[in-house]
């Protein structure tokens, strides 16, 4: 605690602590299976396997769900399939599924992300996914993460110096072309139980670095993730911020 004596009034660092309380109920699952993601954009980067690999990570350390450990669904071929008819006794495609011919080859940006639309719809398909896995709670969803360039004017910090040695940061405009990434994932939690979309939010984050500066794709991803991952796991868990108050007395 901070007091400093200014005349007859104190001033005191009090500590907050704020509970916010989790989007979901997941008390009646004892597992949860990130099975996978419709995902696309960079081809240095394979934003499927990293973001599952990346989450259940997170899980293991910071959920009491049992993270389901299995290898990801090939959920473009899946939605694919499904468009064509069922072909899984018992499952059939959703009733707004996009044909065969309507696929992007490439899935290279979020226009090219909605004839998948239809597989997060399909209660049976994903029904069954719960039976096979003791009904779990399933994360799936999209992830487009994708190269991104811009110009413009952009504020830095200069150092300047005067006669006597003294450094002063002074704020610059110039102009500055930049390279970086967009990452869009969109997060769908479904009830293995019913087959049910229980919830769902999607995220963007960008990240741009002077045209000169080599920044691997990856650890750009990581970076965005990082930024992301609070919001998903207080999807599933009470969390809380600290921080603090200046009081006087």
Same mark, same amino acid.
């Given at each position: 605690m901070l007091a400093t004596g200014?005349?007859?009034?104190?001033?005191?660092?009090?500590? $907050?602590?704020? #509970?916010i309380q989790a989007k979901l109920d997941v008390t009646p699952f004892s597992r949860i299976h990130v099975v996978g993601f419709v995902s696309g954009g960079a081809e240095d980067v394979d934003a499927?396997?990293?973001t599952v690999r990346l989450l259940r990570?997170? @899980?293991?350390?910071?959920?009491k769900l049992r993270v389901i450990e299995a290898d990801p669904l090939p959920l473009q071929q899946v939605a694919r399939d499904q468009a064509k008819g069922p072909s899984t006794p018992g499952v059939p495609p959703p009733a707004d599924a996009p044909t065969a011919m309507a696929f992007p080859e490439k899935i290279l940006d979020e226009k090219d992300l909605? #004839?998948?639309? #239809?597989?997060?719809?399909n209660a049976a398909y994903w029904k069954k996914i719960g039976e096979e896995f003791q009904q779990p709670l399933i994360v799936?969803?999209?992830? $487009?993460?994708? #190269?991104?360039?811009?110009s413009g004017i952009v504020t830095q910090e200069r150092e300047v110096y005067d006669q006597f040695g003294r450094r002063t940061v002074m704020p610059t405009r110039v102009y500055m072309e930049r390279k970086g990434y967009i990452l869009r994932p969109k @997060?769908?939690? $479904?009830?293995?139980r019913s087959g049910a979309v229980l919830y769902q939010e999607s995220y963007r984050e960008e990240r741009l670095y002077p045209s000169q500066q080599n920044v691997p794709a990856l650890s750009s991803f990581f970076e965005q993730m990082d930024a992301v991952l609070p919001s998903f796991l207080n999807t599933l868990s009470t969390t809380r911020v600290r921080g603090s108050r200046i009081m006087l007395r």
């Open positions: 200014v005349g007859c009034t104190s001033v005191y660092e009090v500590p $907050i602590d704020t #509970p499927n396997m990293e990570s997170q @899980l293991r350390t910071k959920s909605e #004839p998948y639309e #239809p597989l997060f719809a799936t969803g999209t992830v $487009i993460f994708r #190269p991104h360039q811009a @997060l769908v939690f $479904i009830d293995g």
